[in-house]
C-alpha cells in the first residue's frame, strides 16, 4: 500500500507501509493515535510535575508513586508513537505539540500538599482514561483490533492508577 506525501501539523507525513490496512484507515487510526500521543506526553509530564513539587506528610510515598506513574506512561508514550510509525505515519511527539494538542487542562502551579496533586492528577487521569476507552472502540471500529488491543493494555493500568490515586482520597 502506498501512501500520499499529504502533511498536516498534527499527524505529519504519511509512508508507505506493507500493512494490509488501507490508507484512510491507518490515517484515522493515526489521528486517534496521535491525540493519544499529545495527551500522554502532556500526562507525564504533569505527573513530574507533581513529582517534583508535592510536599506534606506523605511526600516521600508520593513522590516515589508519581515517579513510578511518570516512568510508566514514558511507555505508553513509545509505544503510542511506535505504532504510529508502524502504520507509516509520523509520530509528533514534541513538548509544543504535544501542549498545543493535549486534551487535558493545564495543570496547576499553585498547589504543593500530597491531596491537592493527587486530586490534580486523579482528574487528569479520569480524562485520560475515558479518552483510551473511546479509543478503543474507534480503532476497532475502523477495523485496526491490534491498535485497539494496545488502547486495552493502556485502559487497564490507567484504570489501576486512577484507583491508586483515589485511594488517596478516601476518608475515614
Known amino acids: 500500500m502506498v501512501a500520499t ?5 498534527f499527524t505529519g507525513r ?3 507501509t506493507r500493512i494490509d490496512l488501507g490508507l484512510e484507515t491507518r490515517k484515522t487510526v493515526i489521528e486517534t493515535l496521535s491525540q493519544t500521543l499529545a495527551a500522554s506526553l502532556d500526562l507525564k509530564t504533569q505527573v513530574k510535575q507533581a513529582h517534583w513539587n ?6 516521600y510515598q508520593l513522590h516515589l508513586l508519581f515517579d513510578e506513574m511518570a516512568t510508566e506512561m514514558e511507555g505508553y508514550v513509545d509505544m503510542v508513537a511506535e505504532r504510529i510509525t508502524a502504520l507509516g505515519g509520523t509520530a509528533m511527539g514534541t513538548a509544543r505539540i504535544a501542549a498545543a494538542n493535549s486534551i487535558l487542562p493545564e495543570y496547576p502551579y499553585d498547589i504543593a500538599g500530597g491531596l491537592e496533586h493527587v486530586t490534580a492528577l486523579a482528574e487528569r487521569y479520569a480524562l485520560y482514561a475515558a479518552h483510551v476507552r ?6 476497532g471500529s475502523a477495523g485496526d483490533a491490534d491498535t485497539a488491543d494496545l488502547y486495552t493494555e493502556i485502559s487497564r493500568d490507567i484504570d489501576k492508577r486512577l484507583w ?3 485511594a488517596h482520597l478516601i476518608e475515614k
Request: aromatic share 18%.
Open 5 to 9: 506525501n499529504a502533511r498536516s501539523e
Open 164 to 166: 491508586f490515586l483515589e
Open 54 to 59: 508535592v510536599k506534606g506528610k506523605d511526600f
Open 134 to 139: 473511546a479509543a478503543i472502540d474507534s480503532t
Open 14 to 16: 504519511y509512508y508507505p
